[in-house]
């Protein structure tokens, strides 16, 4: 792949994150939620059904703690397509703010006439987002009768429960490559493209362009280990978030029935936090944990504890048997 192909790819990634500025939630093991990453990554990966398995809990020594979960599965369709489907729910704060998205993902990978060492990815998503607050739960100024809080007053609120539904769209892609040993992946994507209404009460507020840029490498340091550094960059409006760091993968056991690797890595979010992570393949399983520790202001609260999350992939390999052919003897000899 020639240099000038590459240089193409980091303009067309700069030039979505520059003119496209609430935020979308956000993930630590963001390599361990592919279709979350982008939606090129439908059905790009070794096997015939992979499903994937998200849980994170933040805030918990501060607040009500945040909590999401997000689940999806897809598969490759013959060796240019793909196809996935995603949920997540999302819950934040005492008065339970719940965001439900579910997405409809589809790829198309392509190597346009470039070396078979060079493949490109392009995929689409369309999705149903949900949003509700229940007002109920939280604490008002009318409720407070001159000496303390009396929840038994009324809150003058004109619905305990506000519900917001819109469709969002969004598009991705991704550049990946070989070179010798080294493999590199470069991925963008850009979602809610057609900025959804998500107000209550007749209010319109747009739900910003979301720009995801990541770059991951993986690099063999010989038969046993492998350093894979990753980065991460989103654009949401005024927000901005930078996370970059390192796994190094240790292959305990790989022989034609047996696969046992161990991964662990730190990370860091700028300005946020410093993230501690660990995982494991056995065989067709994968199984993540991380730890944020708070480094951002909120940390005289925090006490400098963040959240953890859990991932879990599993990967369906069917077998597919050698069409052997084999010359029958007749009975006659």
Known sequence: MKLKGLKFYFVICLCWSNFFLAQDIHWSQFNANPIFLNPANAGDFNGDLRFVGNRRSQWRSVTEPFTTTSISA???????????????????????????????????????????????????????????VNWGLLSFDSQYNGIGYDPSLPSNEASTIQKKSNLTLGFGAKFSHKFNKLKIEMSSGLFNINQPNQGFYGEKIKRDIRSNNSLKISYPLNSSF??????????????????????????????????????????????????????????NWFFGLSYDINTSSLNAASNFRGGTEFSLRYIIRKYKPKNTMHRICPDYI
């Open 74 to 132: 897809d598969k490759s369709f013959g060796n240019h397509f793909g196809a996935g489907v995603l949920f997540f729910d999302d819950v934040a704060g005492d008065g339970k703010f719940r965001t439900n998205e579910f997405q409809l993902n589809g790829s198309y990978k392509s190597n346009f006439g470039v070396d078979s060492a060079s493949v490109f990815h392009f995929g689409a998503i369309i999705g149903v987002n949900y949003r509700q």
């Open 226 to 283: 492998e350093l894979i550094p990753s980065i991460q960059f989103q654009i949401q409006g005024k927000y901005q978030s930078l996370l970059l760091g390192s796994n190094i993968k240790y292959i305990f056991t790989q022989t034609s029935l047996k696969y046992i690797a161990f991964f662990a890595g730190g990370w860091l979010r700028n300005k946020d936090a410093f993230i501690l992570s660990f995982g494991a393949d056995y065989q």
